[in-house]
């Protein structure tokens, strides 16, 4: 499949995914608007342009030792697909203190700020990256410029989604139940599975 299309898919897994940044940009955009919503969105890019960075290079000077290529594409394909059974069966519950966080920011750099680090200390945003990594780093067709194109997808897709999510927050703050959390976790847990499942098999098919 085209690298840019499979990032865009992948990007779209990873926007149904409900956890703490959905909910701080929907507060944001309730209270304060959607330029200052979309600076949080964009901290969140930020950091996960970062991490992309260093899994990637990171992985791509492992892999220079060819007796090692499987070994670093099956763990992250198995972190990946660990990712999306524990997404699955995550509780779903309504986080109230989530929606109801405080707004003590200042100026829009400070909004950005709080973007980049919460996704930053998320331990399970450099978790993912690394499965991601793992997974792409022994695909022959998605190097250098390929794997770009990847990237550029998946975080390409994610930003734009964080942007909708700030443009369309009343409509799904009103969406929120823990009924509506569990389908979202169910559906991004199979497809992150199934991602995971895939890179495997692939790996095995093709080398």
């Known amino acids: 499949m085209n690298p840019f299309i ?15 940044v959905f ?5 944001m955009s309730i209270k304060k608007g959607f330029f ?12 996960d342009l970062m991490y992309v ?18 070994i670093v594409g099956l763990s992250g394909g198995i972190l990946i697909l660990l990712f999306g059974v524990f997404t699955f069966f995550k509780e779903a519950k309504v986080d109230a203190g989530a929606l109801e966080l405080v707004d003590d920011s200042k100026t ?26 793992g997974t792409i780093s022994v695909k022959e067709d998605f190097v250098g410029s390929q794997a770009v194109l990847f990237y550029s997808g998946v975080l390409g897709m ?14 799904l703050r009103k969406m929120i139940s823990g ?3 569990l389908w979202m976790n169910r559906i991004s847990g199979i497809a992150l599975t199934s991602f995971g499942i895939y890179m495997i098999v692939r790996l095995y098919t093709f080398h």
């Open 6 to 20: 499979s990032g865009i898919l992948l990007g779209g897994v990873l926007s149904l995914m409900v956890g703490p």
């Open 158 to 171: 994610v930003l734009s989604t964080d942007l909708l999510k700030a443009w369309l927050a009343t409509l």
């Open 53 to 70: 960075v260093m899994t990637y290079y990171g992985s791509s000077m492992i892999t220079i030792m060819k007796e090692h290529n499987h």
């Open 179 to 181: 009924r509506f959390l």
């Open 36 to 47: 200052p919503a979309s600076m949080l969105a964009l901290g969140v890019f930020c950091s």
């Open 23 to 27: 909910f701080m940009i929907i507060n």
């Open 108 to 133: 829009r750099a400070i909004d950005m700020l709080k973007g980049f680090m919460m996704n930053t200390l998320n331990p399970s945003a450099l978790l993912f990256w690394l499965g991601v990594a």
